[in-house]
């Protein structure tokens, strides 16, 4: 029996072994730094060690007074700005130029801004918007489109007396596709449209295909339009949409109230277990900012540490990470830089890291009695 059991032993031993060394063979996305754009499940251990452990033990260490901590949360004074939505109500014409189609990338900030710029052109242009097209952004991968992330019926109407807007294109210009612009040169297309292009561009290079044709579709269209110079009328337009117009759908808005209703209400005994909420002793700042809560966007998607061409202190697995990454996301846009790591940071082009920002909040005057909310897309890959 004995003699069984251990060559029974021995044989399992062989297999298990035998399956290690093939495992990199049949399944090679597992260890690579990054298959397309997704992270490898092994790189992940390869987190890169804390760059600053002097200032995260003097952070931990420090003592915040309850006077600091109002301070902190009482509101900033008044600064003189005022709500600017109001607009003078000017008829519109009775007949529109024609219609502008607009496609819009980036993340749904990026896209927000660029719906502004949207009505703001069709403005300029005298011009009918169809409701823009969302791209699907290659990092966050959302198909969402317009009508299933924002209230389509509230966003025309609120509009109604400043620009026409339709939900869908006429039957006779149904061919005016993504599609169609994706497979050759068109002259209803214009993607010429330089950053922060001026309204008597618009005027000059799209009113005569919109005359022409009748229809004119602006790609790409991201931060299409400038901010200086322009009548005051459009800006307090592109205001009027992005705080009026744009209202999320329904269940998005539920969804919105039930993380700000979890993180104003005060944890339960588990939770402060959990979290060691209560552990400080000190009772008086945690009344003190009940109801309180920080948003912190940190900006180091994979694209945004990949882009800046930093280093990170992930180490080699880092450097594989990222240039890969580069070379799938940005197809060669980003170069070697001819600067050093630390003149990059000096000079302020790195996207700071997690450890980084909590040292920043920390130097601020938020403790672990702080309630945070991450808004935020996966950390890039060696930070996770």
């Known amino acids: 029996m004995k003699l069984n059991f251990s060559g029974s032993h021995s044989q399992s031993h062989t297999i298990a072994g035998l399956f290690l060394l093939l495992l990199p063979l049949l399944l090679p996305n597992l260890f690579g730094p990054l298959g397309r754009a997704s992270p490898s499940m092994f790189s992940e251990w390869n987190a890169p060690k804390p760059r600053h452990m002097d200032l995260l033990r003097g952070a931990l260490q420090r003592q915040t007074s309850v006077q600091q901590q109002s301070r902190l949360w009482s509101p900033l004074a008044n600064q003189g700005w005022k709500p600017c939505a ?117 005027l000059e290079n799209v009113l005569p295909v919109l005359e022409s044709n009748g229809i004119a579709a ?59 909420y209560l552990l400080l002793g000190r009772d008086q700042i945690g009344k003190q900012n009940a109801g309180k809560f920080v948003v912190l966007h940190l900006r180091f998607d994979k694209d945004m540490a990949a882009h800046s061409a930093c280093d990170f202190g992930g180490g080699k697995a880092e450097k594989l990470a990222l240039a890969k990454y580069r070379q799938v996301l940005w197809q060669g846009r980003v170069l070697n830089s001819q600067f050093t790591d630390e003149e990059l940071r000096n000079q302020g082009r790195c996207p700071l890291t997690p450890e980084e920002i909590g040292l920043l909040l920390a130097a601020l005057g938020f403790d672990n009695n702080t309630r945070l909310y991450l808004a935020s897309h996966k950390v890039s890959s060696v930070w996770t």
């Open 86 to 202: 109001e607009t003078t109500k000017v008829p519109l014409p009775e007949k529109s130029r024609g219609y502008i189609q607009v496609f819009l990338d980036g993340g749904l900030n990026q896209q927000k801004m660029g719906i502004c710029d949207a009505v703001a052109v069709a403005k300029i242009l005298n011009a009918t918007l169809v409701i823009p097209h969302l791209e699907v952004n290659p990092v966050w991968q959302d198909s969402s489109s317009f009508t299933e992330i924002f209230d389509v019926d509230h966003f025309i109407d609120v509009l109604r007396d400043e620009v026409s807007i339709v939900k869908d294109l006429p039957s006779e210009y149904s061919w005016s596709t993504r599609e169609y612009y994706g497979t050759g040169i068109r002259a209803t297309r214009i993607k010429t449209a330089p950053v922060h292009a001026t309204a008597n561009w618009y």
């Open 218 to 276: 602006i790609a790409p269209f991201s931060h299409r339009l400038t901010f200086e110079n322009l009548p005051a009328n459009l800006q307090r337009l592109r205001c009027k949409v992005n705080f009026q117009a744009l209202a999320f759908v329904p269940h998005i808005r539920a969804l919105g109230d039930t993380l700000v209703n979890r993180l104003r209400s005060s944890p339960n005994k588990n939770q402060a277990a959990q979290t060691k």
